[in-house]
């Protein structure tokens, strides 16, 4: 690789290709960032709203408790007593009993709530029995309260339905309600549940002892709870809740894949970019290259007919040549070399009459077996004084194409210029006029040095000269083989080569017959 190429590469590697490297580092990195951040947020707003449904359903008993050591601690009649309690309780309709007593089981008071009706009894033994099952717990209740704490807690049991919620009453007091967990959860915090919830979250109470699912906003899933929290008024309940229709998870997924195409695309699209640069840039250098060889090719193409001319011319001048047959021989040099350099200057006002746009063809019916009669017959003597043999072949069938006679006979000559050019050893030129199909072939082939595979194509690009091989013995403009091929373009043909490296060349013109 030359040396501006690779300029190209490290400026381009330094800025765009390292650039793009490291934005995409960093993106990736603060991408899965980003999204432990946005986990991290969703998780604790759900833990939130799980916090808010404990907090509500404590404060629904801690305003029973309340409302109940009121009614407790006015000596009331049974009657208005009665009256109190269904004001309190009926509305909930989960509060099954009640029990109060004092810590000696002395003065107690039993209420049973049935479909709207209260029975009072002055006492009740099961009750009882569970509290005095359970009196550490009420003895830890005391001393909280003594501190200043009402605390309202579950008492062990072994009913599946029922929970009973002991507390401290004043007045040395405690009390016993017996809930119904099925309808307290119904009938109370339900409401609350569903108006956090809302189309956004789905929230379940789930009983982690029984393995049972107990309540939920609406039917999905109970596996994809994604956060649980235990449900404090009734122990082994758990709250869960989940996004609805989509985990965060999924979201999070979601939203790191469109990142990420999103991402791909744009890194993609700077890679493009970062390519394209490089071919343009790469040509340009390339073809900076190519026009400065194109000049020392030409100054050399040119110094070489002239010195020649100059000298020749100069030695007859001043009459030192004696014989007629050596003055004839120097006529000859000089006329030679002025057709060498009229060919060149020829070639580049071709090439840039091409260049500008102004080439222009005159087409017309035209016998090629003609034409390339012309060519071989102006071309023989020519080849044969520099030692070549020269074989013209040429079917019998007359035939006819539509070309521009004088640039088909220019593409010719160039081919074989090239075939005399490169022939080193072997000194062969094969002319060569057939028909395939609808197309009508010129074929040029020489014996000389051939070119390598990899150079094939690119021989036909204006300035290009092959830069393996022996190629470089002979000097020349690059521009004779693009000629030839916008020739054939404008024709409606096109061109061929197969060639061989140290074997030969076949060059060969394809013309679409009339
Ligand atoms: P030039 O001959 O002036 O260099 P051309 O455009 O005619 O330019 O040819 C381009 C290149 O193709 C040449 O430099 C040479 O390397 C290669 N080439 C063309 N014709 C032949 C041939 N007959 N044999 C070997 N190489 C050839």
New binding site residues.
């Given amino acids: 690789m030359n040396k501006p190429i690779k300029k190209i590469i490290l400026i381009l590697l330094i800025v765009l290709i390292l650039p793009i490297i490291f934005f995409s580092v960093r993106e990736m990195t603060s991408l899965s960032r980003d999204e432990e951040i946005i986990e991290e947020i969703y998780r604790s707003q759900l833990q939130s709203i799980l916090f808010s449904i404990n907090q509500y359903s404590d404060d629904i008993v801690r305003s029973w408790t309340s409302h109940l050591t009121s009614i407790i601690e006015i000596e009331a009649s049974k009657e208005k007593l009665k009256k109190e309690l269904a004001g309190l309780f009926s509305e909930s309709q989960s509060v099954q009993s009640l029990y109060v007593s004092d810590s000696l089981f002395q003065s107690q008071l039993y209420a049973e709530f049935n479909a709207g009706s209260i029975t009072l009894a002055d006492n009740n033994r099961s009750l009882k029995e569970l509290v005095q099952n359970n009196f550490d717990q009420l003895r830890r209740l005391y001393s909280y309260n003594k501190s200043g704490f009402r605390k309202i807690e579950a008492v062990n049991s072994s009913s599946t339905n029922r929970l009973f919620l002991i507390f401290i009453l004043s007045g040395g007091k405690f009390s016993v309600l017996s809930i119904d967990k099925q309808l307290f959860i119904q009938k109370s915090i339900s409401s609350k549940i569903q108006s956090v919830a809302r189309d956004q979250f789905i929230v379940s109470i789930y009983d982690s002892l029984n393995n049972k699912q107990i309540y939920q906003t609406s039917q999905i899933d109970s596996e994809q709870r994604i956060i649980k929290k235990n449900l404090w008024l009734i122990p082994g309940y758990q709250l869960g809740i989940q996004l609805k229709g989509e985990t965060i998870a999924g979201l999070v997924k979601k939203r790191t894949s469109s990142n990420l195409i999103i991402f791909l695309v744009f890194a993609g699209l700077m890679l493009i970019t970062a390519f394209y640069a490089f071919r343009n840039i790469k040509r340009e250098v390339e073809l900076a290259q190519i026009k400065s060889d194109f000049v020392s090719?030409v100054s050399h193409e040119l110094r070489t007919p002239l010195a020649l001319i100059s000298m020749f011319a100069e030695t007859l001048e001043m009459r030192r040549v004696k014989t007629e047959e050596k003055k004839n021989e120097y006529y000859k040099i000089i006329s030679q070399e002025a057709g060498r350099l009229s060919s060149i200057v020829n070639k580049i006002l071709s090439f840039s009459q091409i260049e500008a746009g102004k080439r222009n063809y005159h087409f017309k019916e035209v016998e090629l077996n003609r034409v390339i009669q012309s060519v071989a017959d102006s071309y023989k003597f020519h080849l044969s004084n520099k030692g070549f043999e020269f074989i013209l072949e040429q079917p019998d069938e007359k035939l006819m194409i539509n070309a521009d006679e004088e640039a088909v006979s220019e593409a010719v000559i160039?081919?074989i210029?090239?075939?005399v050019?490169?022939?080193v050893e072997v000194k062969l030129v094969l002319l060569r006029l057939t028909r395939r199909n609808d197309n009508v072939i010129v074929e040029?082939e020489?014996k000389?040095?051939?070119?390598p595979k990899e150079?094939q194509q690119k021989?036909?690009e204006k300035f290009?000269?092959?830069s393996k091989?022996l190629?470089h013995d002979?000097k020349?403009?690059?521009?004779?083989?693009?000629?030839?091929k916008h020739i054939m373009d404008s024709h409606k043909g096109s061109i061929e080569v197969d060639?061989e490296q140290g074997r030969?060349?076949t060059?060969r013109l394809l013309f679409p017959l009339k």
């Fill in positions: 090719n160039n081919l210029d090239n075939a050019k490169y022939s040029v020489d000389g040095i051939g070119i150079e021989i036909f290009y000269r092959a091989g190629v002979t020349g403009t690059g521009l004779g083989l693009s000629l030839v060639s030969g060349s060059f």
